[in-house]
């Protein structure tokens, strides 16, 4: 089954979703890779959702699943209505800021810490491998965001040899690259953000290193006219 941006799959898989809007490259998708990127999408509203004009449906927070995972396509979107989506990832991403003119972090948010931080690298998700381990991962989404909806928008940081290509930028050490074509929604339960638990080294990525992270974002999700174009209708 060819997979393409823009479009809504139904996942059969998902519980309180009901399928998920492709948002990965089509490079990307046409390639012999297993996993895709998108937003999940709903039939109400809920914290960090967004409503699709003309279609009754809300998009949430990005999500990496395998391909496998995508059943038939519903529905496809067009410019306008995609573009509402897309301009709400530039939010919850930072990336006006990031990208600007001089580049700017996003605001920090007062009050008690107990989400994960934009910027903070963290063991996080399901261990995988053997032996089975947590691997690390990037918070890109900004700190209100992440307050409100109790966990973050996580890429992981690599050092792997096999990884790279568009929306795998490599960056200021030489070695770590950060997966972008991949950003996925993690909940803080399942992050290791507690003062016990082991934290990488390094645990944070400079301004620097996280505008080469928004441009990854940027080419793997296609965002470029988003920042650059009017605001929606």
């Known amino acids: 089954m060819a997979i393409r941006r823009g479009v809504l799959y139904r996942v059969p898989a998902f519980v309180r979703a009901s399928g998920l809007l492709v948002l990965t490259n089509d490079e990307w998708n046409e390639a012999t890779t297993e996993d895709i990127a998108g937003t999940p ?8 959702r967004t409503l699709v004009p003309g279609t009754g449906t809300w998009t949430g927070p990005l999500l990496a699943i395998p391909k496998a995972d995508l059943a038939e396509a519903n529905v496809e979107l067009d410019s306008a209505q995609l573009r509402v989506v897309e301009d709400a990832l530039c939010d919850a991403l930072a990336l006006r800021e990031l990208l600007g003119t001089p580049p700017r972090s996003p605001h920090g948010f007062p009050g008690v810490i107990d989400y994960p931080r934009w910027s903070q690298i963290y063991y996080a998700g399901v261990p995988l491998g053997s032996p089975p381990e947590r ?9 209100a965001y992440n307050r409100a909806l109790e966990g973050a928008v996580f890429v992981r940081t690599t050092t792997s040899t096999r990884r790279g290509g568009r929306g795998i930028p490599t960056l200021g050490d030489g070695t770590t690259k950060a997966v972008c074509v991949l950003p996925t929604f993690i909940s803080r339960h399942s ?20 505008a080469t ?18 605001p929606p209708c």
């Open 213 to 230: 992270v928004a441009a990854g974002l940027v080419d793997a999700l296609e965002l470029a006219d988003a920042l650059t174009g009017p």
């Open 41 to 48: 999408t709903y039939a109400e509203a809920g914290s960090g």
């Open 191 to 210: 992050v290791g953000m507690r003062p016990r638990d082991q934290r990488p080294q390094p645990a944070q990525l400079s301004p620097a290193d996280m």
């Open 135 to 143: 691997k690390r991962y990037l918070a890109v989404s900004h700190d």
